[in-house]
């Protein structure tokens, strides 16, 4: 039987990689070029190959563990718990998930049980420290939101992924901008990568109506990309070309056309798609503010010139509403034709899957044409991030499990969230597949806005909520508050033992 188990998964395997060799094959250049100094070398995209690399872990078996990972999710949330799998379904993401987890528990003879914390911020934070206080080992791994992953880090409750032996981060299943981007005092205490795709979910990206772009005769904005013309300047000229009282009414709202349909987290997306962060790591290794600067000031300033124009732009969480009720307006007027651009999250990639209309996929863009590269933010208020609870009963038991997981996951999850869910289901076009090359491997984490420092992310979004373009006051008001915050952060790292 069990030979049998891994002959299926090895063709699953095998069947994966083709589809991912062969989706992922060099492509004839476009006239125009590539991205001009689209950073490569630290990129998460491995190059594709046939060929499994395997970990370098030890043989193990370890006699029916329970592998137990605290997720922060509701029960049965396949979209945001990596871990879920329904048994084979036919549905892309849970198949593989479910292969890559019956793959591991043959391997090493354990059971992975993902438990539910509820999708809340804070309560993963409570229940880690329950467990640690009690030393009842009830979690072997924690996958939190990003809020809590922070919160876990400050006290202690996790281990410094870099210190544990059998994970090696510098692998290309880990993800190589999470090291450049999270690192604090040289301490990781929580990563992403292969092992899940929840954070590419949560990166920003501009989505546009391809038949009101045609309608309306705007230029071709993957050659914008591609030429490095994709700019705020660009996007607010094309927004404003398209707009209109659809029912002449002389009132905007729901029912109207808008240049753009925006959340208020773009607020903090903004910065990061300029290159500039709200807080980033000094020479010393230490945490320091830098939100305030030029490039920021005039950031805010395109943005906030366009985006407050209620005639324009459409905040759709304004609506007045319920959650749900929001959520179902926004998606009925991009869906409706409604709106040139919509800024938001990659999860909304799948959640328009049912639009006739087509769309095309682009990255946020840049402050200007100087600007060299694209910044993709990765949002905090839907990220998360993978950690180990710092009471374990076998570390490197944990490690390994984990290790081999995230290794999997490059073979397995990859290509068909990658290849299938994105460009086979969602992806209309050849053009939005490169866009999503450009999206996932530029990607971007900024600790500053994680970590809450100063509140500025509430703050840049009350920005936006009251139409207050004033950024240099706003941060003037908050300024000691941050660096004090820092500060404590900075003491509290340098205290955790290396």
């Not at 690399?53 to 945001?80: M, Q």
């Not at 989505?207 to 071709?220: I, M, P, S, T, V």
């Not at 230490?286 to 805010?300: C, G, K, M, P, Q």
Request: aromatic fraction near 12%.
């Amino acid at each position: 039987m069990k030979k049998m188990i891994f002959a299926a998964i090895s063709l699953f395997i095998v069947l994966l990689l083709t589809v991912s060799f062969l989706s992922c094959a060099p492509r004839e250049e476009n006239e125009g070029g590539q991205v001009e100094n689209n950073p490569k070398e630290d990129a998460q995209t491995p190059e594709q190959t046939t060929e499994k690399i395997f970990p370098d872990l030890p043989e193990a078996y370890y006699d029916g563990h329970e592998f137990k990972i605290l997720v922060t999710s509701d029960e049965g949330d396949e979209v945001r718990n990596d871990f879920w799998a329904d048994g084979l379904t036919g549905e892309v993401i849970n198949d593989a998930r479910y292969m890559r987890n019956l793959y591991i528990e043959e391997k090493y003879g354990i059971k992975i049980e993902n438990i539910s914390s509820g999708w809340v911020n804070g309560k993963g934070v409570g229940i880690i420290k329950k467990s640690s206080a009690a030393g009842d080992f009830a979690y072997d791994a924690a996958m939190t939101t990003v809020y809590d992953a922070c919160d876990l880090a400050v006290s202690g409750l996790v281990l410094d992924l870099r210190k544990v032996s059998y994970l090696d981060l510098s692998k290309q299943w880990w993800d190589q901008k999470a090291n450049r981007d999270l690192a604090i005092k040289g301490k990781m205490y929580f990563t992403t990568g292969e092992i899940s795709q929840v954070v590419n979910d949560s990166i920003y990206a501009a989505l546009f109506n391809k038949q009101l772009a045609r309608d309306h005769g705007l230029e071709n904005m993957y050659e914008l990309v591609k030429a490095g013309k994709w700019t705020y300047d660009k996007i607010t000229e094309l927004g404003r070309a398209v707009s209109g009282d659809l029912n002449g009414d002389g009132i905007f709202d729901h029912d109207d056309l808008y240049g753009a349909i925006i959340e208020d987290d773009t607020m903090m997306s903004l910065v990061s798609s300029v290159g500039e962060r709200c807080a980033k790591i000094n020479a010393d290794g230490e945490i320091e503010l830098s939100l305030y600067n030029e490039r920021t000031v005039l950031a805010v300033q395109k943005y906030a010139d366009w985006t407050f124009d209620k005639t324009a732009v459409y905040a759709y969480q304004r609506f007045k509403g319920t959650g749900d009720e929001i959520d179902v307006n926004f998606r009925r007027m991009f869906s409706n034709n409604q709106a040139l651009f919509l800024l938001r999250g990659m999860e909304t990639i799948a959640e328009l899957r049912a639009m006739e209309t087509d769309f095309g996929i682009l990255p946020f863009p840049k402050l200007d044409e100087n600007q060299s590269d694209y910044y993709s933010p990765v949002g905090a208020w839907k990220a998360m991030f993978l950690s180990i609870p710092s009471v374990q009963q076998d570390l490197d038991r944990t490690a390994v499990i984990l290790e081999a997981l995230a290794a999997e996951s490059l073979y397995v999850i990859r290509p068909a969230y990658y290849d299938k869910s994105l460009v086979g289901k969602h992806a209309r076009d050849e053009e939005s597949v490169e866009m999503l090359d450009i999206i996932i491997e530029s990607k971007i984490f900024d600790f500053g806005w994680y970590y809450q420092f100063g509140s500025y992310n509430n703050h840049m979004m009350d920005l936006f909520r009251n139409y207050n373009s004033d950024f240099v006051s706003m941060y003037e008001k908050y300024q000691s508050k941050a660096e004090s915050d820092i500060q404590k952060i900075n003491d509290r790292f340098a205290g955790l033992a290396d």
